[in-house]
DNA sequence: ACACTGGATGTAATCCATTACATCGGTGCT
DNA sequence: AGCACCGATGTAATGGATTACATCCAGTGT
């Protein structure tokens, strides 16, 4: 009897050190191999109920926990998709990122979040990391990106889709809404409200935001149609209140009588709000104010505001959805343009009340 | 010359299938060895400034991205930290897990976020899943969990510090603040404007959300010790803008004619003061209220909101740092216990104006 | 009684990067 | 010359789970 190799060398791990069981750990401890362990824990239905039990057993009394690397290394899938987006702190994408991590839940996977501050740069930045760390899909905030980014996808084929976004084109995939026709909508409403005059509160269009961008877009665009005030009544600032009633105040200063201020964002129309009772603007006497998001707030600030309702948590749920079916091979190039609309409160009337 | 067995069985991965490049792709295309490519990638000094070149060049050609899976299993160490928050649609967690994530890029980890919806079971699945997908150490919220989580993270020894909370007995980490004195200073400040009847607007305390539960201890202990008012005006409902109006409502209801009203978090004390509006209730002359956390909105809001500023920036930071050092053997049990401020803005004033 | 089938289980290769250890050529010292 | 040493590089073991393939055994059919 020379010696039972295989019974004293994994006891010492499983027992003078305390690191992690392992499978070989279990496998002594229920006197089975390490194929048995797997399958008991991946396809019990091959394990005999009575060894499936023994194992059990020895992984409960182990504490034994698999480790995730391992499997992923061997699989050669790790089940985590990737999410990037600008920032949690504006709640529309907060909301969003809690349908993609409920719908990829159903469906067995698991987010890893990561924030850009709106840089494409650091999207890139992001887009590689995740990649390397083995991120099977990826969902992005809209679709233009650094050429970084950009090419390093194309490189990799790390199958991803957009969003807030759509794609005239759908080649990739994209599941998103319409910035410029939604704008548009706020404008023809102002105009058959009366308005001739308005202006915009705009998210900065600099480093390419292209949400801010197709606001934008629309906002000239339908002024043009209408034949009405000026496209270049177009002011810029971050998503914030403060910046809302920076952009307020430079707007009149400029001396623009607007009767109507269309805003890409809710933050900058509750900003313009503040800034109007500041300055003793009666809204929506003096001046309608039209925001976009339909954040929880808008409804219960004084009066009520006026705005876009976007589909944040429904793309979020399709975006989930579709990355998966993209991981799991389905060739859809998934394209949804979802519908927006606008909910009419208190800030909005004719020009003159 | 039977065969250049060597160069003959990687180039079948590297060039027929267009599966991602490995280091023995890149290491045979710049003809040194696997450790030789590592060794350019991880300790760039130990290898030739020439060779290093060339390995470089292979790396491009190829577009190797390393395998960080294979990498975390060999090194048994992923530097990611698990972080887990109750929601991310109260802005506060938002702006914590911001500073948590710049704080732990900068010290060379990352975050994966996840959810519990205020729920400790959830949290408990959170925590494993976590553990087992290799996180080294976790960043969690409040101090009461659930006992499978409680037995898990001690069977374990899983690293990890907890937040907004204080640890009496200071023996886990704990970076947060004291609910109880912050509630304190709110009603010693309305009690030292005058008032005597004094209720609570309280988060869900039935779900053992021990800031909840913190903040209506303190709550309760002040208006003890000032002799004042009593001790059970206190109604709860989730932190949402419209529980708060609901839970006005019910405290009109119940006939209870309080002159100022504190609110453990800032959207029920929107809510209060939306049902104020409607009611013709006017703050702060028939009735003051004082929220908590001082979210963003509360600034802009009208009237602007008296509320308990929360140091969530810094405690992220200072749990992204101690969680690090927590992994790095540093033994110190991290504790903390941050200063809150009253902001006095102008839903506050004396009893009848 | 024999060959064969299929279910249960074991053996060992595999995924990929890291790293302990071995090797080799060259330098400097005695 | 001989020895120690050093820097650069290669060889091969390693981490833990999965899985293709081999093996064994009981049961079935003829």
Redesign the pocket.
Do not use: D, F, G, H
């Given at each position: 009897m020379p010696a039972k190799d295989k019974s004293i060398r994994p006891a010492r791990?499983s027992s003078v050190t305390s690191?992690?069981a392992?499978?070989?750990d279990v496998a002594n401890l229920a006197?089975?191999?390490?194929?048995?362990?797997?399958?008991t824990?991946?396809a019990p239905d091959?394990?005999?109920p009575?060894?499936r039990e023994r194992v059990s057993n020895a992984i409960q009394k182990l504490g034994?926990?698999?480790?995730d690397s391992?499997?992923a290394?061997?699989?050669?899938q790790t089940r985590f998709i990737g999410v990037v987006v600008p920032t949690l702190s504006y709640a529309l994408y907060a909301d969003f990122y809690a349908a993609v991590e409920e719908q990829l839940s159903a469906l067995g996977y698991f987010p890893v979040l990561s924030t850009t501050d709106y840089d494409l740069d650091v999207e890139a930045e992001q887009i590689t990391r995740l990649s390397r760390q083995g991120a099977q899909g990826l969902i992005l905030v809209g679709r233009v990106r650094s050429s970084r980014a950009a090419s390093y996808l194309a490189a990799t084929g790390l199958p991803f889709v957009s969003t807030y976004a759509t794609d005239p084109l759908g080649r990739d995939g994209t599941i998103g809404f319409d910035n410029e026709a939604a704008i548009n909508e706020v404008v023809n409403h102002l105009a058959s409200l009366g308005h001739r005059r308005i202006a915009m509160l705009s998210g900065l269009r600099s480093n390419l935001n292209d949400r801010a961008i197709g606001r934008a877009n629309g906002f000239i665009s339908a002024v043009r149609k209408h034949g009405i005030a000026s496209p270049d009544w177009i002011f810029e600032g971050p998503y914030t209140i403060e910046s809302g009633r920076r952009a307020l105040c430079a707007l009149l200063d400029r001396g623009i009588d607007a009767t109507a201020i269309v805003c890409g964002s809710d933050m900058l129309a509750i900003g313009g709000l503040q800034e109007c009772k500041a300055r003793g603007i009666r809204v929506p006497r003096d001046l309608s104010i039209v925001g976009f998001d339909d954040l929880e707030i808008a409804a219960h600030i004084d009066p009520p505001l006026t705005t876009v309702a976007v589909p944040s948590r429904e793309q979020g749920r399709l975006a989930a959805q579709a990355i998966v079916d993209l991981c799991n091979g389905r060739q859809c190039p998934p394209n949804a343009v979802l519908p927006t609309h606008m909910v009419v409160r208190e800030t909005t009337a004719g020009p003159g009340g």
């Open positions: 791990r690191s992690a392992t499978v070989r006197q089975v191999s390490t194929a048995t362990v797997s399958r824990l991946n091959l394990v005999r009575e060894v034994y926990i698999p480790n391992a499997r290394l061997r699989q050669n």
